[in-house]
């Protein structure tokens, strides 16, 4: 079991950055997958950004290469998610994730959620 709390969200303009923080309890967090899925209003959840338990592996959907990075400090048993370049489109409530197993980009696999924190990018 581990419980996740992110922050960092807020308002910003377009073409500007936030910084997403998910911090886990727990003694084995480099046990856990973690991964960022966002879920806009009227929207289901989707996939955003995956990370390995070593940070080895990396997985970005589409819609933010080159636009957002996905990191970790197992030390600090937080994950992060840096979003630069930030578009209206990207307006959603950000959740981070966590799995013991394979990386799978379909939410409903996911057994561990934080909260969620609100981004709203405004044009």
């Known amino acids: 079991q581990v419980q996740l709390v992110e922050s960092g969200g807020g308002l910003v303009q377009a073409g500007g950055s936030l910084r997403l923080s998910c911090a886990a309890s727990g003694r084995s967090f480099s046990n856990y997958i973690m991964g960022w899925f966002r879920q806009a209003p009227g929207k289901e959840r989707e996939f955003v950004s995956i990370?390995?338990?070593?940070?080895?592996?990396?997985f970005y959907a589409d819609s933010v290469k080159g636009q957002f990075t996905i990191s970790r400090d197992n030390a600090k048993n937080t994950v992060y998610l840096q979003m630069n370049s930030l578009k209206p489109e990207d307006t959603a409530v950000y959740y981070c994730?966590?799995?013991?197993?394979?990386?799978?980009?379909?939410?409903?696999?996911?057994?561990?959620w934080g909260q969620g924190t609100q981004v709203t990018v405004s044009s």
């Open positions: 990370i390995s338990r070593s940070g080895q592996s990396i």
């Open positions: 994730a966590a799995r013991t197993s394979t990386v799978e980009t379909n939410p409903v696999l996911w057994p561990y």
